[in-house]
């Protein structure tokens, strides 16, 4: 019988405890395990590499009864994330504002624009209408975005990142190890505070890689709130549009 892999390095595969299915994310320098659970109710966890499978497991067994609750809660997110529709008056969300969609037929019009508070979407764009929404979003954050990062970049004293907007699955940033902060577009959709919090989180990461107290307290430095910012993030999270509920 061959002998099981014992480490995640050599067995990256799920971890299957309590019903749950844990998907494995090995990084070789990491030295902590961070769990998430991801607004599709996925579970991740970003382990060392060289972390033994067995003890991991153990691990994790003691946060199943917060990994249950807080499941359940995106199971419960997800069904009632409100579905939205290409036609006059529904809304979307930008910058913590409900515009109505009015749909016209100039042919000369951008695809999608904003005027006088409404969301201008062309008639004959209706069927390719959540690409050219998204385009709209991230063509909105490569002009919105990098004045405000290079702003709290220099409050935290961090290297003036570069910026990218681009789809990141549901996550509202990242942060490359290059120095690189990625933003998720559907962050244009959040109020400027919630946005604001996005980005000192993974400006956060640039001299704290992981979630230490180190990284919590560069936070708190310049967000003294970031608490509650955090708690009406997820809040808000339930209640965005993505393109695969159109």
């Given at each position: 019988?061959?002998?099981?892999?014992?480490?995640?390095?050599?067995?990256?595969?799920?971890?299957?405890?309590?019903?749950?299915?844990?998907?494995?994310?090995?990084?070789?320098?990491?030295?902590?395990?961070?769990?998430?659970?991801?607004?599709?109710?996925?579970?991740?966890?970003?382990?060392?590499?060289?972390?033994?499978?067995?003890?991991?497991?153990?691990?994790?067994?003691?946060?199943?009864?917060?990994?249950?609750?807080?499941?359940?809660?995106?199971?419960?997110?997800?069904?009632?994330?409100?579905?939205?529709?290409?036609?006059?008056?529904?809304g979307f969300w930008y910058l913590g504002r409900n515009h109505r969609l009015k749909l016209i037929d100039d042919p000369?019009?951008?695809?999608?624009?904003?005027?006088?508070?409404?969301?201008?979407?062309?008639?004959?764009?209706?069927?390719?209408?959540?690409?050219?929404?998204?385009?709209?979003?991230?063509?909105?954050?490569?002009?919105?975005?990098?004045?405000?990062?290079?702003?709290?970049?220099?409050?935290?004293?961090?290297?003036?990142?570069?910026?990218?907007?681009?789809?990141?699955?549901?996550?509202?940033?990242?942060?490359?190890?290059?120095?690189?902060?990625?933003?998720?577009?559907?962050?244009?959709?959040?109020?400027?505070?919630?946005?604001?919090y996005v980005l000192v989180h993974e400006l956060a990461h640039l001299d704290h890689p992981h979630h230490t107290s180190?990284?919590?307290?560069?936070?708190?430095?310049?967000?003294?709130?970031?608490?509650?910012?955090?708690?009406?993030?997820?809040?808000w999270g339930a209640g965005i549009w993505l393109p695969d509920e159109s």
């Amino acid at each position: 019988m061959p002998e099981v892999p014992y480490t995640v390095a050599e067995n990256d595969s799920p971890l299957h405890l309590g019903g749950l299915i844990i998907h494995l994310v090995p990084a070789s320098g990491r030295t902590g395990v961070r769990v998430t659970v991801e607004r599709d109710a996925r579970i991740i966890a970003r382990v060392p590499a060289d972390a033994d499978r067995d003890k991991l497991a153990a691990l994790i067994r003691t946060r199943l009864a917060w990994l249950y609750t807080k499941v359940n809660a995106r199971r419960v997110e997800a069904a009632e994330r409100p579905r939205r529709r290409f036609l006059d008056g529904e809304g979307f969300w930008y910058l913590g504002r409900n515009h109505r969609l009015k749909l016209i037929d100039d042919p000369a019009a951008s695809p999608v624009a904003l005027k006088a508070g409404r969301l201008h979407l062309r008639r004959d764009h209706r069927d390719t209408a959540a690409p050219a929404l998204v385009s709209w979003y991230v063509v909105r954050g490569r002009a919105w975005l990098p004045h405000r990062v290079h702003s709290w970049a220099r409050r935290m004293d961090v290297p003036d990142a570069e910026l990218n907007v681009r789809p990141l699955g549901y996550r509202w940033g990242s942060c490359s190890r290059r120095g690189t902060v990625n933003v998720h577009w559907a962050t244009m959709q959040l109020p400027a505070r919630l946005i604001d919090y996005v980005l000192v989180h993974e400006l956060a990461h640039l001299d704290h890689p992981h979630h230490t107290s180190g990284f919590w307290r560069a936070v708190g430095r310049v967000m003294t709130d970031y608490e509650r910012l955090r708690a009406e993030l997820d809040e808000w999270g339930a209640g965005i549009w993505l393109p695969d509920e159109s």
